[in-house]
Nanobody, 128 residues
Framework: EVQLVESGGGLVQAGGSLRLSCAASGFTFDDAAIGWFRQAPGKEREGVSC????????YYAASVKGRFTISSDSAKNTVYLQMNNLKPEDTAVYYC?????????????????????WGKGTPVTVSS
């Protein structure tokens, strides 16, 4: 059974940092693609950052490029999202999601509805 458990969210002041973690089980990273998504109140879900085993280039949404970094530790089956210089507009529930077999780009993982499984999310609130 695939499980994704996010952690690391919380309340932070603008300019601060948080590191989100997504502990994954039930699949291997070998052929998978994993992404971080967020949804703010009243807004549509947004692909924030994604990585693919078949693509050396992570995808970042323009709104977070240069501030967020996605990484993975296959030994721990964990994906991270380091978020620096946080802004109030980053306030949202952040979700981790996976497609277990993916041979395409990280860009398409974040921009197309291809994910198999989703975590329950972790809230991030950035105060001004």
């Amino acid at each position: 059974e695939v499980q994704l458990v996010e952690s690391g969210g919380g309340l932070v002041q603008a300019g601060g940092s948080l590191r989100l973690s997504c502990a994954a089980s039930g699949f291997t990273f070998d052929d998978a693609a994993i992404g971080w998504f967020r949804q703010a109140p009243g807004k549509e879900r947004e692909g924030v950052s994604c990585i693919s085993s078949s693509d050396s280039r992570p995808y970042y949404a323009a709104s977070v490029k240069g501030r967020f970094t996605i990484s993975s530790d296959s030994a721990k089956n964990t994906v991270y999202l380091q978020m620096n210089n946080l802004k109030p507009e980053d306030t949202a529930v952040y979700y981790c999601a996976v497609i277990r077999v993916w041979f395409g780009s990280a860009y398409n993982v974040c921009l197309r509805d291809v994910l198999d499984y989703w975590g329950k999310g972790t809230p991030v609130t950035v105060s001004s």
